[in-house]
C-alpha cells in the first residue's frame, strides 16, 4: 500500500510542479492573462486533438467498441445521477438564489481535459488517454446541455443563449478528432509513420501546457479572494465524495466496467470543477468570486484526494 501511495505521491508532485510553474510565470507577468487564454487555444485546438489521435490510433481496437459504449453510457448516468443529488445540496446548504446554477453546475461537471487527461495519463500511461475521452463527451455534452442554462437563470436579465448554440460548443476539436480517430480504426486504416510522429510529438505538448495554463487560472482567480464557505464546501463533497464514490460503488458495476477502465473513469469523476464554467461564469456575468474559490479550492482537494482513490484501485 505504501508503493501504491508514493507513487501517486510521486506523480501528483510532477502536476504539482508543472502546475506551479503556471502560477509563477503569472506572478512575474511573463504569462499574461491573455496569453494564458493563447495557451487554452492552442491545448483545445492543436496538441490534445493530436494527443488524442495519437492515443487512439496506437492504443484503441475495434474490440474496444462495446466498452466504450457501455463506459460513455455510465458517465452520462453518473452525470445525470449527480445533477439531482445537486439538488438535494441545494437544499441542505441553503444555497442563496443566484448562486444555485453555478453551485449544480461545479458539483456535476468536472475538469475532465485540462486536469483530468493529464492526471489520467500520468497515473496510468498512454492508455488512459482515450478512455478519459469516453467521460469528455458526456461531461462536455452535458454541460453546455443542461448547466450553461442554469447559469444562465442565476442572473436577471441575461441574454439567454439559444439552445442551438450551446450544442455547437459541444463539437469540440478533441471530440471531432475523437470519433475521426475512431471510424479510422473501425475501417482499419493507417496513417503514415510521419503523420503518427507529428501527433505524436504534438500531443506531448498538451500535459505541461494544460497544467501551466490551469497555474495562471488559480494566480489570476488569487487576486480576487478564495474564501472557503459552506457552498464550496457543498461543491468539493460533490466532487469528491458523491461523483466518483457513487461511479466506483454503483455504476461501474451495475454496467459491467472494471479494470483500467474503471480506474480512469472513476479518476475523471473526481477532477476539480470543470474550467469552462469559469469562461461562461464571465460571460454571463454570474458569481466570479464563488466560481474562482471553487476552482482554486476544488483543485488544492485534488492534490490530497488523489492519492486515496489511487489506494482504492
Not at 495557451?39 to 488524442?52: E, F, G, K, R, W
Not at 452520462?76 to 442563496?96: D, E, G, K, N, T
Not at 497544467?211 to 460533490?238: C, E, M, P, R, W
Amino acid at each position: 500500500m505504501f508503493l501504491v501511495f508514493w507513487n501517486s505521491f510521486q506523480a501528483i508532485l510532477v502536476i504539482v510542479i508543472i502546475t506551479g510553474i503556471g502560477v509563477f510565470l503569472a506572478k512575474k507577468n511573463i504569462l499574461t492573462e491573455s496569453f494564458g487564454k493563447t495557451i487554452s487555444t492552442l491545448v483545445m485546438t492543436v496538441t490534445m486533438p493530436a494527443m488524442v489521435m495519437s492515443s487512439v490510433l496506437t492504443q484503441f481496437t475495434s474490440d474496444m467498441l462495446g466498452e466504450a459504449a457501455m463506459a460513455i453510457l455510465s458517465a452520462f448516468v453518473l452525470l445525470l445521477a449527480s445533477m439531482l443529488i445537486a439538488h438535494l445540496f441545494i437544499w441542505i446548504f441553503r444555497v442563496p438564489k443566484g448562486r444555485r446554477g453555478l453551485f449544480r453546475a461545479f458539483f456535476v461537471f468536472s475538469n475532465a481535459v485540462f486536469i483530468g487527461v493529464p492526471v489520467s495519463r500520468a497515473f496510468f500511461g498512454e492508455g488512459a488517454v482515450h478512455i478519459a475521452l469516453y467521460f469528455y463527451i458526456a461531461n462536455t455534452f452535458l454541460f453546455w446541455l443542461l448547466a450553461v442554462p442554469g447559469i444562465a437563470m442565476d442572473i436577471d436579465g441575461a441574454e439567454k443563449q439559444p439552445l442551438r448554440q450551446n450544442l455547437k460548443k459541444v463539437l469540440t476539436p478533441p471530440l471531432i478528432t475523437f470519433v475521426v480517430s475512431i471510424i479510422l480504426v473501425l475501417l482499419n486504416v493507417r496513417l503514415p509513420m510521419f503523420v503518427m510522429s507529428t501527433a505524436d510529438y504534438l500531443g506531448s505538448m498538451t500535459t505541461p501546457l494544460a497544467l501551466i495554463y490551469s497555474g495562471t487560472i488559480i494566480y489570476n482567480i488569487g487576486k480576487t479572494g478564495l474564501a472557503f464557505n459552506k457552498d464550496v464546501l457543498g461543491v468539493s463533497i460533490g466532487r469528491f465524495v458523491v461523483s466518483p464514490l457513487l461511479y466506483f460503488f454503483v455504476l461501474a458495476p451495475l454496467f459491467g466496467i472494471d479494470g483500467l477502465t474503471m480506474n480512469v473513469m472513476t479518476i475523471q469523476a473526481s477532477m476539480p470543477v470543470i474550467v469552462s464554467g469559469m469562461i461562461v461564469t464571465e460571460s454571463y456575468g454570474a458569481d466570479k468570486t464563488f466560481a474562482g474559490s471553487c476552482f482554486f479550492w476544488t483543485t488544492i482537494i485534488a492534490v490530497a484526494a488523489l492519492p486515496v482513490y489511487m489506494m482504492l484501485f
